[in-house]
C-alpha cells in the first residue's frame, strides 16, 4: 500500500458522518484493514450521552460541536428541536418533504459549556484510541 511506502503504519479513521460508513468500510475492506482502525466519533460517547443528545441530524451534539468551532455560526435562537421516530426517513438522506427542517434531535440544548467537557472525553478516548490502547 502507498501510505506504507511512505511509512505509515497505523491509520485512525475518525467519521463524524454516518453517511460515509459505507464507503468507509468498503474502502477498509479492500485495503485489508491493513494497519488502519476505524471509529464513529459518536460511539466512543454512547456511555455519556443522555436522551437529550438523541438524533441523527442537527442534533445536540453536533450543534455544540458547531459552538466550539466558530460560536458566531451557529444561531441557537433559531433552532428547532424534533425527533423523527420513523428511522426510514433518515437511513440514507433525509425526505425533505416530511422533514423540511431536516433536524433529528434537540439543538436547542446545547451549550458551550457541555460541549468543552464532551470534547475533553471525545480527544482522551481518542488519543487512548491511536495509542494502541483498548475502549
Do not use: W
Not at 434531535?105 to 460541549?115: L, Y
Not at 481518542?126 to 490502547?133: Q, T
Amino acid at each position: 500500500m502507498s501510505y506504507n511506502r511512505a511509512g505509515f503504519s497505523n491509520i485512525l479513521i475518525i467519521n463524524a458522518h454516518r453517511g460515509n460508513v459505507s464507503f468507509i468500510k468498503e474502502a477498509l475492506s479492500e485495503l485489508n484493514n491493513n494497519g488502519i482502525r476505524y471509529i464513529f466519533y459518536k460511539d466512543l460517547l454512547s456511555d455519556k450521552l443522555d436522551e437529550t443528545y438523541r438524533g441523527k441530524h442537527s442534533n445536540r451534539l453536533e450543534t455544540e460541536l458547531a459552538l466550539l468551532a466558530n460560536k458566531d455560526s451557529v444561531n441557537i435562537s433559531k433552532a428547532k428541536d424534533c425527533i423523527i421516530e420513523d428511522e426510514n426517513l433518515i437511513k440514507d438522506k433525509f425526505d425533505r418533504k416530511l422533514m423540511p427542517e431536516c433536524i433529528d434531535g434537540f439543538p436547542t440544548k446545547a451549550n458551550v459549556n457541555d460541549a468543552k467537557s464532551i470534547l475533553e472525553i471525545l480527544i482522551t478516548k481518542m488519543k487512548k484510541i491511536a495509542n494502541g490502547v483498548q475502549q
